[in-house]
């Protein structure tokens, strides 16, 4: 049974941090490319980083780049968004997603003083 559990969600005030994971199963996670998406209220999912299957090459839209970063541990399974500098507008349910196939059930996160 494929499954992407996330953790790391929450309340955190402007200008602070959180580490969102994202566990997964029941599928080769090394052989997927991996993404984080986010979507507020009354607006589209929008991608926010991206990471190859080994790693390389990440790329983050231009609303979190230099603030957010993507890393993956193939040994755990786990790919992980780092997110500084959280802004209000950062507030969403955040989702990660495995290659084209496969999402998590969502997190949210709420930056609020």
């Known amino acids: 049974q494929v499954q992407l559990v996330e953790s790391g969600g929450g309340l955190v005030q402007p200008g602070g941090s959180l580490r969102l994971s994202c566990l997964a199963s029941?599928?080769?996670?090394?052989?997927?490319?991996m993404s984080w998406y986010r979507q507020s209220p009354g607006k589209e999912r929008e991608a926010v980083a991206f990471?190859?299957?080994?790693?390389?090459?990440?790329n983050y839209s231009d609303s979190v780049k230099g603030r957010f970063t993507i890393s993956r541990d193939n040994t755990k399974n786990t790919v992980y968004l780092q997110m500084n500098s959280l802004k209000p507008e950062d507030t969403a349910v955040y989702y990660c997603?495995?290659?084209?196939?496969?999402w998590s059930k969502g997190t949210l996160v709420t930056v609020s003083s």
């Open positions: 990471i190859s299957r080994y790693g390389r090459s990440p």
């Open positions: 029941g599928f080769a996670f090394s052989t997927y490319a």
């Open positions: 997603k495995a290659g084209s196939d496969y």
